[in-house]
């Protein structure tokens, strides 16, 4: 009997080990990635620089607080973003049938910008249409751009219609 | 009789006391991977150094034992059916199991979320951090996009 008792006890025992947790315990965590892709940038051009009449031999010059005649474009994207605006400015004006040019020349104050603060006349900021630069737009998204410049006909410059495109790009920086 | 069956039960009692015990840790999340505004055409990245940024867990359990750490990592964002590709570089993962866990200088780090990392608990646990980017095309539609990363922590018996 005490044979069978202890040998009882023991197969007891094992099987209490047997069935005794391990240590091998799992755990799992969970979070998100998160992002938001903002809307894209639009960019209109809403004002063609206007010189007018144009005298042989006198220079003119279109300020970029001249309504109606400076050039204007406007921009709407995401709330205060950086973006990027790069001028591509032409050095002549063309005849239609490319026939004569007159140069035009934009000085490092003939741009401007604004934000939605303040206006045409009391702009966020001036800047130099010659060099790439930043700005964030405004808290509605918004940005207006504004340029002037200057031609400079020649005594013997050729009487027409003279034209060439002048080029914003605007690109968000991702700041 | 009765005495030896009482020494009997004590034995048992002395054996299951040696038996090993079931340890869990526990996994909080700090933390979720923010990318915040991400601009279509320009890829964004969120370093694991990134406070408030950078996903963050917290594991607690046996001081001085070891735990496999395992990283389900997604390869896009999804946002009601469009994707955005994700990407985990082989450095974008970091621990510290000090007291005073350092996010800057983290006490492990450099780690490759792709594969198993092993590393014990410290007295406080374990703090793991973890960066991406997150790589729009340059047409990315608009939208708030998310993806699951799925942590999985256990003990290795060392």
């Known amino acids: ?175 | 009789m009765k005495t030896a069956a009482v020494v009997s039960l004590s034995m048992i009692v002395a054996i299951l006391a040696l038996a090993p015990e079931a340890f869990g840790q526990n996994i909080t999340v700090t933390n979720n991977l923010v990318f915040g505004n991400v601009f279509a055409g320009i890829p964004k990245s969120v370093p694991k150094t990134d406070a408030g940024a950078a996903a963050e867990f917290f594991v607690s359990g046996v001081a001085g034992n070891e735990v496999s750490v395992e990283l389900t990592l997604p390869t896009y964002m999804n946002a009601a059916g469009l994707n955005m590709q994700l990407v985990f570089s082989q450095t974008d993962c970091a621990m510290d199991s000090s007291a005073s866990p350092n996010q800057s200088n983290p006490g492990y780090n450099n780690l490759d979320p792709w594969h198993p990392i092993t590393y014990r608990l410290g007295s406080t646990g374990l703090t793991i951090w973890l960066g991406g980017t997150a790589i729009p095309k340059p047409a990315q539609r608009p939208g708030n996009y998310s993806a699951t990363i799925v942590l999985t922590v256990s003990y290795t018996g060392n």
Not at chain 1, 36 to 63: D, H, I, Q, R, Y
Not at chain 1, 79 to 91: C, K, Q, Y
């Open chain 1, 1 to 175: 009997m005490n044979k069978g008792f202890w040998t009882t006890l023991l197969i007891v025992a094992v099987c209490a080990l047997w069935v005794a947790p391990t240590v091998e315990a799992q755990e799992h965590g969970t979070i998100q990635a998160l992002a938001t892709v903002v809307s894209s940038l639009n960019v209109l051009g809403v004002n063609n620089l206007n010189f007018g009449t144009v005298t042989p031999g006198l220079n003119k010059s279109v300020t970029r607080t001249t309504i109606g005649l400076a050039g204007e474009w406007e921009i709407t994207g995401t709330v205060s973003a950086e973006i990027s605006l790069d001028f591509t400015l032409p050095g002549q004006l063309y005849l239609a049938d490319s026939s004569a040019t007159m140069t035009v020349l934009f000085n490092s104050t003939d741009a401007a910008y604004d934000d939605g603060t303040g206006g045409q006349a009391t702009p966020t900021a001036v800047i130099d249409p010659n060099s790439p630069m930043t700005a964030h737009l405004g808290i509605g998204g918004q940005m207006n751009v504004w340029i002037g410049g200057t031609v400079h006909p020649t005594i013997s410059q050729t009487g027409g219609n003279y034209a060439a495109d002048i080029i914003l790009t605007v690109a968000y920086t991702g700041s």
